[in-house]
């Protein structure tokens, strides 16, 4: 359902229509749109319960005219950023943006998976490479002693170590 002004503010009671008109008057003299008072400044200033102006201030935020950004220090009032009601082709208009992003970003995710997934494969297929090489190298390794005795390493079917320290090497002949 499209939002237009008067919609909104049928949704509104007199005094909550108070504080939509307080929050709109006071963003738009701003450059970001936006207030930073606390509600019961804001209910002082209308003269209406605090209540009334959280009630409003909650229905305004359903409606996607304010939204509300939590200051970061306690002893500061929340920040109000007031949006706006814009006409429905407006708002259809930012419906489609909103999805053409939306499409934009699943297709980058989608490519930085693919590549994420192509660089886990070509890191598989290094690590598997290595693997073998130090098993190459670690079998070198044990006919490293065959060889300084004069033993041709090139014959060595397998290696055996026994307990008392000696290897048993298995040759061709």
Known sequence: MMFTEEKVLASLSENEEKVYNY????????????????????SGQLGISEA?????????????????????????????????????????????????????????FETILQNLTEENKRLGNENKELHERISQLQAELKKAPAAQAGIDTTKIIQTQPLKDGTIVYIVKK
């Open 23 to 42: 929050i709109k008057t006071k963003a738009e003299s701003n450059a970001d749109n936006s207030l930073k008072e606390s509600m019961r400044k804001i």
């Open 52 to 108: 009334t102006v959280h009630r409003a201030v909650q229905k305004l935020r359903t409606n996607g005219v304010i939204e509300i950004v939590p200051s970061r220090e306690k002893t500061e009032s929340n920040e109000i950023v007031f949006y706006g009601i814009p006409e429905p082709e407006e708002q259809v208009g930012d419906i489609f943006k909103m999805a053409g992003l939306l499409n934009s970003g699943v297709k980058r």
